[in-house]
Each structure stands twice: as C-alpha cells, then as structure tokens.
C-alpha cells in the first residue's frame, strides 16, 4: 500500500518560511516523479512544483519562482519544499503527490491525473 505523509505547515507571518516533507512508503521512492500541489480556500487545486525521480529536472509554478525550492532525499523516501518568503496568497493546504509511471517526468507534469496516491495535505497558513 503506497501512503504519502506530509508533515511541516503551520501559521507563518508573511516574510517567514516553512519547510514541508512528505514521506513516501510502499513504492521504490527512487523510481518516481513527485509533485507538489495546493489547494487554497474556495480554489481548485493548483500545480507548485515537481522534482524528476533523480532531482535531475524541477519545474515550478510562476508565482513561487525564486521562493520556494523543491528537493528529494531518495535515500529518506522523502521529498521537500522550503518556502521563503511567503505570502498571505500562499495560504493553502499543500499536498504532495507520486507519479503514476516509473522513471518519468512527462509533458502534462501540472495535471492531477499524472499522479495517482496523494498525502492528506498540510496546511499553510501566512498571515499578513
């Protein structure tokens, strides 16, 4: 059974940072793309930032370029993103998300169906 936990929200005043960590269990964690996503009050669920199964290529979305940074510790199951610099529009429940496919990063990396198990999310919550 594959199962994703976040870990790392919080409330944060605008300015500050948070770093999030998902942890990835029942599936060589190695192998796969992992996302990032979030999902604010009243929104659909946005694309944040992706990370190719060996960190070689990371794509992010343009509002947190140069914020936030995507990493991944294959040897901790573990996928990471430091948020600098936050505001109070980053306010969200942030979730990560594995890839459905074996050593891929494809053409569609923002869209939700590409990844098929997800955490439960953790809330970020910036104040202004």
């Known amino acids: 059974q594959v199962q994703l936990v976040e870990s790392g929200g919080g409330l944060v005043q605008a300015g500050g940072s948070l770093r999030l960590s998902c942890v990835v269990s029942g599936r060589t964690f190695s192998d796969y793309t992992m996302g990032w996503f979030r999902q604010a009050p009243g929104k659909e669920r946005e694309f944040v930032a992706v990370?190719?199964?060996?960190?070689?290529?990371?794509y992010y979305t343009d509002s947190v370029k140069g914020r936030f940074t995507i990493s991944r510790d294959n040897a901790k199951n573990t996928v990471y993103l430091q948020m600098n610099s936050l505001k109070p529009e980053d306010t969200a429940v942030y979730t990560c998300a594995i890839d459905r496919m074996r050593y891929r990063l494809r053409v569609g990396y923002q869209e939700e169906e590409k990844y098929d198990y997800w955490g439960q999310g953790t809330q970020v919550t910036v104040s202004s």
């Open positions: 990370i190719k199964w060996n960190g070689g290529t990371i």
